[in-house]
Structure formats: structure tokens, C-alpha cells
């Protein structure tokens, strides 16, 4: 509820003589004269004649005051003004750039929580960033996630991550492509510049990392079957394009198109269902996840293999290990009642990148077709 502003000029020339010329005989008694010959009356009329008039200007905001409060605002937002050539400004220019002013202290100055630190983040990409681009920030207290050599899950106190997720949107408007994550030098850039501007608003003692997403490398491998006869090779590429796409952190990635929302787990019947969509593609008859990784160039290492699943037809020593799984891989799996794999886990500052495996690929109808 907004407060009520007081009228302050509430008493004109006539009101205050009345009042005064009324006080008269308690303060004056032997006073009987109060015509406006009297030298007394004449007083009071000179007085009340100034009285109405600082009265006037006490309701009223002039010029010099709103300089004055500009020059308490701008000390606080840290701007410098030349005042000197305001006295000389419109009042209407003096308007402007004090609600400039006050819509500036209205932004966050500090960063305390994570919603503080995801904006603050974005507002320095937007002003150092030329180009239109895509911009996903995510905050996490007591992580480090740049400590490569060491568990980014253990918690450190007085730390703050920032995950900035950063995409150009130049090609994107393009037809229908992807949009690209910015380059390596143009990342490099928007972490400096938000590591800068973060550094001076964080609390006293925090450290704070600027990283980029981790991602976790899924092999897959997919059993189609199809009526329409189509080479193996470009299933494979149509397949890894479209997955590509939908776990996009990007506009057009995710089931709502939104962008798939950092650290949410896979569930493997929504890649059956995107696979499914395709026109070559009339039911997905069998979907392997074959191995996980966090160094994508390692998912055919032998130590990613998931090993041996329940409900899945799998060829010893080519689609997996006899073996117990690794524990990385155990903490990922997600299982339903009967044993069956039909998730993985993701954590809560990891994406998702797929690899499929072309000599997996099984068209029944393609098979039946070549008889």
C-alpha cells in the first residue's frame, strides 16, 4: 500500500493574517488596533505575505531539489554526472535520467542468491556480447566445478559455481537449424567478462568459478523397423541429428521445445518416442544404451561399458562385458521393479551427448526386403 502523500500548502495569504490577528488579544491584550494603518498589522501582513510563500515552495519539488537527490542516487549507483551542466537542463531532461537513475538501483547490485547471481550473469553477457545470443546460467553454492583433478560433487564451503551455458543464434534463424554453442574464443570472453563483473558483488570471502557444462556421453544403439528401405548410414545420421537436437539446452531441444533443462535424467522412452516421430521410422523395436562416460572421446572404452542388462538381447564381447559394472555407472542406472534399465541419471550441472552406433542399427524391413 503506497502512502499518502500530505498537502503541505494548505494555508493561502488571508488564512494566515485571520489566524494571526486571532492571537492577538492572548499574547497582546492592550492591542486594540488592527486596522491595516497599524504598524503591527502591517508586520503580521509582510509576514504572512513570505509565510505563504515558503509555504508554496515547501509542496513543491523544485529543480535544485531534484538535483540534490540526483546527486545522492548517482552516488549510489557509482555513476559520475557533471552536475554543473544540469542547472542549465530542461526539467524534463532532470526527469529522465533520474528515472534512469532509480530503474538502475532497482537492479540487483550484489550477489547473495543463486537467483542474484544467475541474473547479475546474464546482464554482463548482454552488455559485452555484440551479437544476439543464447544465454543459460545456473548457480551452485559449496561446488568448484573447475577443479578438473577433483570430485566436483564434494562440497566447498565459501565456493560458487556458475554454469554458463552460451549459444549463437545467428545460424539458428536460418531455416531450421540447431543453434551452435559460441566458440571457443567467444566463450572465453563471456567468462572473463562475468567473472569481472561478479567478482566485486559476490560476499566478502567467496570464490567464485565461472565453468561450462559438464557433459555425459551415452552410447546407444537402436533396432528399427520400417517398411521404407533406407541405407544404414543415413538412419545413423538422422537418428544422432534428431537426438542431437532434443537434448539441445537450446530453443527447439526438450520435450516442450524449451531447451533440455540442465542435470535432467534421461528417460530412455522419450528417445523412443523422438526416434519414433520420424517419417523412415515406423516403431523403434529395440533401444541399448552400451556405454557412459564423462570424456566423450572415452565412450568406447572398454571401462564405460555398461555391461550386461535385464530384458535387452545383447552379443557378448561386441554389445557388452561380462563383468560388474563400474561404480560411476552403478550410481547412473535407474531401473524399474523387475530390473529392467530405463533411465539414466544426470547431475544436477551435466548435459546429455549422445553417440550412435551405425553397425548396431537392425531394419527388419530393410532385412525382410533384401530377403
Known sequence: MSLKIPILDDRN??????EAIAMIPRYAPAWTNYNASDPGITLIELLAYFTELLIYRLDRISLENKINFLKLLTGATGTCTDFDQLKTASLDEID????????????????VTTEDYEFLAKQAILSTMNTVIAVKTHCFFSKNLN?????PDTQHP???????????????????????????????????????DLECKCLLTTKLHVAAPRYLGVMLAIETNSARQKPL?????????TLERYFSPFAGGGREGKGWPLGRHLQLSEVIAVIEQ?????????????ALSTQFENLRDRHAAIGLQIGVRLSIG???ILGSHSPDNKERLIMNGTGVLTGIRLKPYE?????????????????????
Do not use: M
Request: charged share 20%; net charge negative; no cysteine.
Open 13 to 18: 495569504y488571508d488564512d494566515l493574517v485571520a
Open 351 to 371: 548435459l546429455i551427448k549422445v553417440l550412435i552406433v551405425e553397425n548396431h542399427f537392425i531394419d527388419f524391413g530393410q532385412t525382410a526386403a533384401q530377403g
Open 278 to 290: 520420424l517419417p523412415e521410422v515406423d516403431y523403434v523395436e529395440n533401444l541399448w544404451v552400451l
Open 158 to 196: 565459501g565456493h560458487v559455481s556458475l554454469v554458463l551455458i552460451a549459444g549463437e543464434t545467428a545460424l539458428a534463424t536460418e531455416g531450421n537449424k540447431l543453434i551452435q554453442e559460441v566458440s571457443h574464443n567467444a566463450y572465453k570472453t563471456l567468462v572473463e567478462a562475468v567473472t569481472t
Open 96 to 111: 529522465a535520467l533520474l528515472k534512469k537513475t532509480i530503474l538502475a538501483l532497482k537492479q540487483p547490485q550484489r550477489a
Open 233 to 241: 548410414e543415413n538412419l545413423s545420421a538422422k537418428f544422432a541429428a
Open 147 to 151: 577443479a578438473i583433478e577433483k570430485d
Open 318 to 320: 561386441r554389445d557388452a
